[in-house]
């Protein structure tokens, strides 16, 4: 490791955001290919760096009865719940492709459950297999590297070993008989003859399953020996219960035992997921805008970010209603994201919002500008993380009184 050391941290310099990320946090190497743990993902979407100061090139090499004894940990998909993650902790493996599948799920809708699922269940039995499942991995990785960055392909080659366990060519195709046909992601996903055109795919698929190791999420979804199928009920679960699961964590590292956060610290957790450079205007507004403290609670925390995953919908709604792009008041907002989303705010979380983004104290929202701060969120950890800023309780209650005077 020390010899190759310079080599692997060149290999930084060829990978995208998110390959960067990965290899950033990934804690376990095996047989030459890196894996999360599942306390390594959660530290991946929560925390800018990781807790333990390891760099890539310092993961642990697993062997083969460790990498078995960690999967015997996975509980089967009837039994998961919205602290999986950590009640696994460090039991557990994540290759890269979940990992991008985790992330795409963080973002996803409740309403689009059932589109990700149709997509994996290729044969419309209201099933999905291993099988499937790993077809449609096989069209994550494809869509990545249409994204990765050109340069040394020996070191391309070296960085792929690493992310998906073997060498890929560059411009990865697809094969049809003796023909290369290149084919897009969004190409494959946008035609109704899914299952024809995945046929391709699904014909590797059995030598995609025999290249690639076990992991706890092949082993949660279909059990020990990958013969169990995966039901709608089930995903949406599992996906439901993912994203609880993350915005637990981000809420509880703020409330310390508390049921509710302040309104400062909501503006924090908001703001920390967005390109904004100077976050202290926002804070000093609301600051003063609410003085006194009556505290964010997590279904209001949760039903915020439910409309974030929708927040396309909310777009399209708002252009409808305000052609003229002028700004909006509370029971706008509040209509238009319920009308838009199904999602219902609170009056005191709309008003927070507000009193954050209402910059000219004017009691309208320029809804532009904030759906333009609220899209960097979805970035979250590829445009870098706004640093923690927290405050001791004295702090906080001199700056209120003076507010308040």
Request: contains cysteine.
């Given at each position: 490791v020390t010899e190759n050391r310079s080599d692997l941290e060149d290999l930084h310099l060829y990978a995208t955001p998110r390959e960067q990320r990965f290899r950033r946090f990934a804690s376990l190497e095996f047989e030459g290919q890196l894996y999360m743990t599942p306390y390594d993902f959660i530290q991946a979407v929560t925390?800018?760096?990781?807790?333990?100061?390891?760099?890539?090139?310092?993961?642990?090499?697993?062997?083969?009865?460790?990498?078995?004894?960690?999967?015997?940990?996975?509980?089967?998909?009837?039994?998961?719940?919205?602290?999986?993650?950590?009640?696994?902790?460090?039991?557990?493996?994540?290759?890269?492709?979940?990992?991008?599948?985790?992330?795409?799920?963080?973002?996803?809708?409740?309403?689009?459950?059932?589109?990700?699922?149709?997509?994996?269940?290729?044969?419309?039995?209201?099933?999905?297999?291993?099988?499937?499942?790993?077809?449609?991995?096989e069209i994550f990785r494809k869509k990545n590297e249409k994204r990765e960055k050109r340069g040394d392909e020996e070191k391309r080659a070296m960085l792929r070993l690493q992310l998906y366990g073997y060498h890929t060519p560059t411009n990865s195709v697809l094969k049809t008989g003796e023909d290369l046909v290149p084919r897009s992601y969004w190409d494959t996903l946008r035609r109704s003859t899914s299952q024809a055109l995945f046929s391709d795919l699904a014909e590797r698929a059995d030598d995609i399953s025999s290249s690639l190791s076990d992991t706890t999420l092949l082993v949660h979804?279909?059990?020990?020996?990958?013969?169990?199928?995966?039901?709608?009920?089930?995903?949406?679960?599992?996906?439901?219960n993912l994203q609880t699961e993350v915005l637990e964590i981000e809420f509880l590292s703020y409330s310390n035992g508390m049921n509710t956060i302040s309104e400062e610290d909501f503006a924090h957790i908001l703001l920390r997921y967005t390109n904004v450079e100077n976050t202290s205007s926002y804070l000093e507004n609301m600051r003063c805008s609410i003085p006194e403290e009556k505290g964010i609670t997590f279904e209001e925390f949760r039903s915020f970010f439910q409309f974030l995953n929708n927040l396309e919908d909310f777009t399209i709604a708002m252009q409808m209603y305000n052609f003229a792009s002028r700004s909006i008041g509370q029971d706008e907002f509040k209509r238009a994201v319920y009308v838009a989303t199904g999602v219902k705010l609170s009056p005191h979380l709309v008003n927070t919002v507000f009193k954050i983004f209402d910059v000219d104290r004017d009691d309208q929202l320029s809804y532009k500008e904030f759906i333009g701060i609220m899209k960097d969120r979805l970035n979250r950890g590829f445009r870098g993380y706004k640093p923690i800023q927290r405050y001791t309780t004295f702090k906080s209650c001199v700056r209120k009184e003076l507010y308040s005077r």
């Open positions: 925390s800018d760096e990781p807790k333990r100061k390891q760099e890539f090139y310092s993961a642990k090499t697993a062997r083969e009865n460790e990498l078995n004894q960690i999967l015997m940990e996975t509980p089967p998909v009837w039994k998961g719940s919205s602290k999986l993650f950590r009640n696994l902790n460090e039991k557990g493996v994540i290759s890269y492709t979940e990992y991008l599948f985790l992330l795409c799920i963080l973002t996803k809708p409740h309403a689009g459950f059932r589109i990700a699922f149709n997509m994996f269940d290729t044969d419309g039995n209201e099933m999905v297999d291993k099988k499937e499942f790993l077809v449609l991995q979804f279909f059990g020990k020996k990958g013969k169990a199928e995966l039901n709608f009920e089930d995903f949406y679960r599992f996906m439901d």
